[in-house]
Nanobody, 116 residues
Framework: QVQLVESGGGLVQPGGSLRLSCTAS????????MRWYRQAPGKEREWVAT????????TYADSVKGRFTISRDNAKNTMYLQMNLLKPEDAAVYYC?????????WGRGTQVTVSS
């Protein structure tokens, strides 16, 4: 079955950095476009970034452009989100996502807290 497991979240001060990971199984990771989303308390889940199957093309939400970098290692079935210059408004649960056969699959998420 499809499994997505996020890790790497934690507490960081404003201006700091974190690197999130999403390890996938149960499908052919190297042939699938992948996405990161996040959800802050009381807010709707929002899209953060997308990476194509090859990793050659990436897109970002305006709110994270220039600070976050999405990447992947198809040999390790793993996607990453490097987050720099973190702001308090980046605090959220971060989820990885894949669409298979018109269905969305999600991990359980990893918590990112940005606070001094």
């Amino acid at each position: 079955q499809v499994q997505l497991v996020e890790s790497g979240g934690g507490l960081v001060q404003p201006g700091g950095s974190l690197r999130l990971s999403c390890t996938a199984s149960g499908f052919t990771f190297s042939s699938r476009l992948m996405r990161w989303y996040r959800q802050a308390p009381g807010k709707e889940r929002e899209w953060v970034a997308t990476i194509t199957a090859t990793g050659f093309t990436t897109t970002y939400a305006d709110s994270v452009k220039g600070r976050f970098t999405i990447s992947r290692d198809n040999a390790k079935n793993t996607m990453y989100l490097q987050m720099n210059l973190l702001k308090p408004e980046d605090a959220a649960v971060y989820y990885c996502n894949v669409q298979l056969n018109w269905s969305d699959y999600w991990g359980r998420g990893t918590q990112v807290t940005v606070s001094s």
